[in-house]
């Protein structure tokens, strides 16, 4: 039941307006890629809006075979520098959904 002075087509034009704000926010993400830095640019990776890791570059200088560990910490960091920033987009593109005054 919805509150005294409620209408309901006004309330379903709201929902159809957010919905598309929600599809449009959705495609303007999954066009978009995100690259993420470790160690000053030694490990530079590259993710989809959608979160898949795209492309990894790694610079001649952040090998070293003694060190393996390293490496693998500054991919890591990489990788997830540019996640974070898929995180942050998508926040920033979605419309506030919980704004429908019930």
């Given at each position: 039941?919805?509150?005294?002075?409620?209408?309901?087509?006004?309330?379903?034009?709201?929902a159809?307006?957010?919905?598309?704000?929600?599809?449009?926010?959705?495609?303007?993400?999954?066009?978009?890629?995100?690259?993420?830095?470790a160690?000053?640019?030694?490990?530079i990776?590259?993710?989809?809006?959608?979160?898949?890791?795209?492309?990894l570059?790694?610079?001649?200088?952040?090998?070293?075979?003694?060190?393996?560990?390293?490496?693998?910490?500054?991919?890591?960091?990489?990788?997830?520098?540019a996640?974070?920033?898929?995180?942050?987009?998508?926040?920033?593109?979605?419309?506030?959904?919980?704004?429908?005054g019930?």
């Amino acid at each position: 039941m919805l509150p005294e002075g409620m209408d309901m087509n006004a309330l379903l034009q709201q929902a159809q307006a957010m919905q598309a704000q929600l599809e449009q926010a959705q495609q303007q993400l999954a066009e978009s890629t995100f690259t993420g830095t470790a160690g000053g640019d030694l490990v530079i990776a590259t993710v989809s809006g959608q979160g898949m890791l795209t492309d990894l570059k790694i610079s001649p200088e952040a090998v070293d075979v003694d060190d393996l560990d390293s490496l693998s910490d500054l991919i890591i960091a990489a990788v997830r520098d540019a996640a974070s920033q898929v995180t942050e987009r998508a926040q920033s593109l979605m419309p506030d959904l919980g704004g429908m005054g019930l």
